[in-house]
């Protein structure tokens, strides 16, 4: 199972980004998906996952109301709309399928990692 984020750069403080994550390999369908970050000098932390069907979504407390997971199963892609970003949401930021499907806060719980994409965000 191969996971590709994509759509990281550099913006000004209050603006948007949205980030994909195409999966190729395994059984999408079947994953929960989930968004984790990991600024300078700091864990990797948990942002945002979504369960296999794309029902059930969790957010971390510095996300809510401003990020949006989604899923596509057609395209076997997952999405990160961020908006209103702040310096502090600076970070590289990776995707994670998780087998079990539920979608799980926790890092250790997630089977297969992409290699991350890059969030910079200037006030």
């Known amino acids: 199972v191969q996971l590709q984020a994509s759509g990281g750069g550099s913006v000004q403080a209050g603006n948007s980004l949205t980030l994909s994550c195409a999966v190729s390999g395994g059984t999408f369908g079947s994953y929960a998906m989930g968004w984790f970050r990991q600024a300078p000098g700091k864990e990797r932390e948990f942002v945002a996952s979504?369960?296999?069907?794309?029902?059930?979504?969790y957010y971390a407390d510095s996300a809510k109301g401003r990020f949006t997971i989604s899923r596509d199963n057609d395209k076997n892609t997952v999405y990160l709309q961020m908006n209103s970003l702040k310096p502090e949401d600076t970070a590289v930021y990776y995707c994670a399928a998780e087998v079990t499907g539920y979608g799980s806060r926790n890092l250790q719980d997630y089977d297969y990692w992409g290699r991350g994409t890059l969030v910079t965000v200037s006030s």
């Open positions: 979504v369960s296999w069907s794309g029902g059930r979504t």
